[in-house]
């Protein structure tokens, strides 16, 4: 599985199950994007990824949680 910056939801399930004790709220976004990246699954361009992206992500995650 390959993922992108428009893959919100699979991101934020990832990140919500190997980050369980982190609160999403209270990540700022340069770490986020960090976690992203090193994302085994992940493959996109980092310049794609925006501030959007990183919102849209962090309210899914916190959704998952």
Do not use: C, T, Y
């Not at 004790?21 to 976004?29: A, E, K, S, T």
């Not at 976690?35 to 085994?40: E, I, K, S």
């Not at 996109?44 to 849209?56: P, Y």
Request: charged share 25%; aromatic share 10%.
């Amino acid at each position: 599985m390959s993922l992108n910056w428009n893959d919100v939801q699979e991101i934020a399930i990832l990140l919500a199950e190997s980050k369980p004790d982190i609160d999403p709220w209270q990540v700022n976004f340069v770490n986020l994007r960090n976690w992203v990246l090193a994302l085994p699954e992940f493959s996109d361009d980092q310049a794609r990824g925006g501030e959007k992206h990183l919102e849209a992500i962090q309210s899914a995650w916190a959704e998952e949680r």
